[in-house]
Structures are given as C-alpha cells and as structure tokens.
C-alpha cells in the first residue's frame, strides 16, 4: 500500500489545482474562526448581555465543536480535490493504464479510499491545531471535555469525502459530480431535513440523511434546541454516518471492479 | 513454440450490440501478429478484455496458460487506442508513474526517451505534445524494463511518414531481439510490413488467422499479373495478346495490365516482345498483396 501512495503522491504533487484548493481551505479555516471569534469578542464587549446566549464558545471544552461546526462548511473544498482527482484519471484514461501497467482493480480503486482516508486525518490535525490556537487565546483551561469532537470531525470529514469519491465514480464527469454534490449538499438536503422536521414532523428522519447525519453530530455550538430539535444520540448518528460510509464504498468499489472501464 | 496468449471464445456484447463473436486465436512465442480490420471492428475491444480493462461478456484468454493478472500485466508493455498520461505533467514523470506501476526501474526511463528521439522534450508537459509525440512517449513508456511482450493498438496512428517508418524498424528490431509483439492495426500495408502472423476480423468476426504467408496464399489463383509499358501501347496490346498462356489484357492509364497463366515469366514475356519489335519500358509482376487478400475476405465494400 505504501508503493501505491508513493505513485498517488507523484500524480497529486504537481498538480496545480490540489495545491490552490489545499491552500484554500486551509486559509479558509483560519479565516472562518478568526473572523467568528472577532465577531463574537465584539459583540460581547458591546452588549454584554449576549454572553448569556453566546457563551464562550471559543473557550475549551466548547471550541472544539465550534471549530468543527464552522469547519464542516469547508469541507466542500476537499470533496472537490478528490472529485477531481479522481475525475482526471478518467479524463485523461489513466485509470486504464494504470491496470494495463499492472495494477489490478482493486488496488487502483483501493488507494483512492486510501487516500480519502489520509486526508480525513490531515483535516481533523488542521481542526485541531485551530482550535488549540483559538481555545488556548480565550478563557478557560484545556481539559479532555469535548475532546469526542475530534472523532466527530474525522467521521465527518470521512462522510463527506467518501460521498463526493462515490460520486465521481459513478458519474465520470467533474462538472457532474461537482454540481451534485454542492446542491445536495448546500441546497436539497436542508431543504429535505427541514421539510422532515419542521413540516411533516417526521424527526429524526430527517437527521439520518446521508450528509445530515454527520453534521448533526457537530450541531451549531448555541441554539441546537432550535436547528435540531428531538436529534437522536451521538452514537445512533455514528452507526447511521458509518453505514453510509460502507455503503460508499461499497458502490464505488463494485462499479470500478465489475464495469467496463 | 509455446503459445503467448491464446484465446478462446471471446465473445463481448456492449449492451444488444454484438462487438465480438466467439473470436478465438493463438499467438506464438517471437511472432509479430498483426490484427488486422477496420474501424470498429473490435481489435481494440479484443486488446482491451485480455488487458483487464473490459470485461468479456462470455470467453477466456491465457497469457503463458496462466489466466490474466496484474503481475503478469507488469511484463508486458501496452499501448492500448490512445497514449494516457496526465496532461499536468511532464513526459518524465509520466514516465516515471509507469514504471512505478509496472514495478521497473527508474533508469530505464532516460533510454527510452532516447529510443523515441523525446530526450530534448522530456520535461514538457504532456498537454504540450503533439499528437506524434504523444504517441512516440506512449511508446517509450511500452518499453521500460524491456518487456519479452509488446501491445501495439494503431501505432503508428498520428505520427508522420519518418516516424511511422522509425516505430516499423523499430518493432522489426524488437523482434529480431526475440520478443512477441501483438500488433492491431487497420494499414494493411502496415501489417504486410511487419507482421508474421495475421488475424483478420470484421464486426467481431474473425475471418481468418495464420501467417502472413498462408493468409496470402490462401486464396491465391493459377495466375500472374504483370505490368507492361512501350512507346507504343497499342501495339503492345496486339503483340502480347498473341503470346501463349495471356488470359487477358486491358489498358490501364499509361500502361498495359496483361493477366498469364502461372507459367509465363517475366524473362518470356520480355523476350516474346523483343523478337516482335517492341522494347519494353516497364516490366513489373504485380505481387498478390494482403490488400488484394483482404478485400478477397472481407468483402469489397467497407463493411462495418
């Protein structure tokens, strides 16, 4: 497996666009907190009354969720550089000569879920840098609380990459993909959710949507009474986020090994 | 001679479309074998099943008896329809990714460009290629860690006339060099250059297999057709049509077409002419050619 990264890594490495979107997200989450926390500090010192709403929420234990709430919203980015990684390779028929070169199916789809994985990791260690900076320039003292959000995060991360890695398996094309995956994700589900929830009154079903499901699990840090009313228990939302996962791969692995490619 | 792959049955089907019918050929260990068809006729469906890259609706393929694996795809340099690179890189690090994968070393990769004259373009990038360069990199690439089997699809396609005759030589060479090259192609002069053996398909049906020689000879009947020339062209036309064992003659643009029986040469015809007053300014036996074999076979329309 290693040897296959090590090839992964000679296709990423000079690739303009993985670089623009890497350095994009990681300027965004930055970006993103600094601004909240501003706001949140200013806001707080003008009318000081709204500290009973807000809390600290860049305070530990709190940051850790505020900064996985505020960061799941960037997750787009990275679901776009594996689309498109994935993607070129059926552009550009690479994925045929990497078999005829002597790959087999399976390693070639295996070290796109790899991959997937790697960068889930790299995302929860720049979530968690964040959020020491921030929780470690605010008040309070840094405990183990709230430390089950780093594993949200990663879970998280997992989800929406798994899903956008399906996708562009599934439907070849980047534009495709990529447009699927930003309305679902940024339009329909909410709309579903809300609709589930708030119109039919079927709650939870509308938490147990693919993508839903994960960001549940990191509800928004003031509030989740309100967005989230009647949200089932964390470890229900893992087992369903896990589900989902298996069910990815499961499809993309069997249109890659069964398929004409 | 042992076979390199053989194949048994292969039949694909791209939804109710047939593209292969029960194809079944074997290729000899040191041959050039030539696939030989038109557009569309499945040469490059039938390279693509024993690559692992279809998947055949029903039929098997051994490579050496051993069905097919990615080990056993590692030895054998494949050039499948179009070169496949990543347009973002060089064709050094292209070349680099393949060699990876195909498990060979790093060092090949300098001779090779050599090989395809690509040396002084090796750090363009890809999508800066011209077609032929792009065929000649995939070509380099077929080559790393000198593979004892060659896949060629169309591969001289997009090169101009100094390259297709470099990459001929070159698959010659191979050759010679004892390695089994598997070649598809739809020039029949291409494959009459330079195969051994030949496999004819159309629409997915094989038409005939064998050497080159026997696929030529196959159909080949009692009789020579020779080219002929003089200042005078009718009068050639009269004397010759004289000579014992003529089957037929016809004017054809600024020469005679004159058809003999087997027996006749061209020392007779020659010398018949000369003892009728005429000299001859062009004497040429028209060899049967795969062209003429094909069409014999396949049908004279282009059928698809």
Redesign the interface.
């Known amino acids: 497996m290693l040897?296959l990264l090590?090839?992964e890594w000679?296709?990423i490495k000079?690739?303009?666009a993985f670089w623009v979107f890497a350095i994009l997200y990681l300027v965004s989450i930055f970006v993103v907190t600094y601004i909240s926390w501003y706001v949140e500090q200013r806001t707080k010192s003008e009318i000081p009354q709204t500290a009973m709403i807000l809390g600290d929420s860049f305070g530990f234990p709190k940051v850790w969720q505020t900064v996985g709430w505020l960061s799941s919203w960037l997750l787009y980015f990275p679901g776009m550089i594996i689309i498109m990684l994935m993607v070129?390779e059926f552009n550009?028929?690479?994925h045929?000569?990497?078999?005829?070169?002597?790959?087999?199916?399976q390693?070639f789809i295996g070290v796109k879920f790899a991959l997937v994985i790697i960068f889930s990791l790299l995302i929860t260690l720049i979530n968690i840098i964040t959020c020491l900076i921030f929780g470690s320039i605010s008040y309070g003292h840094f405990s183990m609380d709230g430390t089950a959000y780093i594993f949200y995060i990663f879970i998280q991360a997992l989800a929406y990459l798994f899903f956008a890695l399906m996708l562009a398996v599934l439907f070849r094309r980047s534009g495709l993909a990529i447009i699927i995956f930003f309305l679902y994700g940024i339009i329909f589900e909410w709309l579903i959710t809300a609709l589930l929830t708030f119109n039919f009154h079927l709650s939870p079903a509308g938490y147990f949507l693919p993508l839903q499901a994960s960001d549940v699990l990191i509800p928004i840090p003031f509030g989740k009474k309100v967005f989230y009313p009647d949200s089932p228990s964390s470890s229900i939302l893992i087992i369903a986020v896990l589900a989902y996962i298996t069910a990815y791969v499961f499809f993309a692995r069997k249109k890659f090994l069964?398929?004409?490619? | 001679m042992s076979s390199v792959l053989s194949i048994d049955k292969i039949t694909k089907f791209y939804g109710s479309i047939r593209a292969l019918n029960e194809v079944s050929f074997n290729v000899q260990e040191g041959s050039v074998f030539g696939i030989l068809g038109p557009n569309g006729s499945g040469k490059t469906t039938m390279l693509?099943i024993v690559?692992?890259?279809?998947?055949a609706s029903s039929g098997n393929y051994l490579w050496r008896g051993q069905p097919g694996?990615?080990?056993m795809?590692?030895?054998i340099g494949?050039l499948?329809?179009?070169p496949?690179?990543?347009?973002?890189?060089s064709g050094e690090?292209n070349l680099?990714?393949?060699a990876?994968?195909?498990?060979k070393g790093q060092d090949e990769i300098e001779k090779v460009l050599h090989l395809v004259n690509l040396y002084q373009r090796k750090d363009s990038k890809f999508s800066t290629y011209s077609l032929g360069m792009k065929q000649r990199l995939a070509i380099a690439?077929t080559l790393l860690g000198s593979p004892e089997i060659l896949v060629f699809d169309e591969p001289t396609n997009g090169l101009d006339p100094a390259g297709i005759a470099e990459i001929r030589e070159l698959i010659k060479e191979l050759n010679r060099q004892g390695k089994t090259i598997i070649m598809a192609s739809h020039i029949l002069d291409e494959v009459e250059k330079v195969c051994t053996h030949v496999a004819i398909i159309q629409k997915g049906e094989l038409k005939a297999s064998g050497s080159v020689q026997d696929i030529l000879d196959r159909k080949t009947v009692d009789e020579t057709v020779f080219e002929l020339a003089a200042d005078d062209l009718v009068a050639l036309q009269t004397i010759v049509q004289q000579m014992n064992g003529v089957l037929k003659t016809s004017l054809v643009d600024n020469y005679l077409q004159a058809v003999f029986a087997n027996s006749v040469t061209a020392t007779s015809v020659n010398q018949f002419c000369f003892e009728k007053g005429i000299v001859l300014s062009k004497l040429n036996i028209k060899r049967k050619s795969l062209e003429t074999t094909f069409l014999e076979i396949t049908g004279t329309k282009s059928e698809r």
């Open positions: 040897h090590k090839i000679l296709k000079n690739y303009r070129n550009f028929k690479t045929r000569q990497n078999i005829i070169d002597g790959w087999s199916r390693q069964i398929d004409d490619l | 693509g690559m692992d890259i279809l998947k694996s990615a080990p795809r590692q030895q494949t499948l329809e179009t496949n690179f990543y347009h973002y890189l690090k680099r990714i393949a990876e994968v195909k498990q690439s």
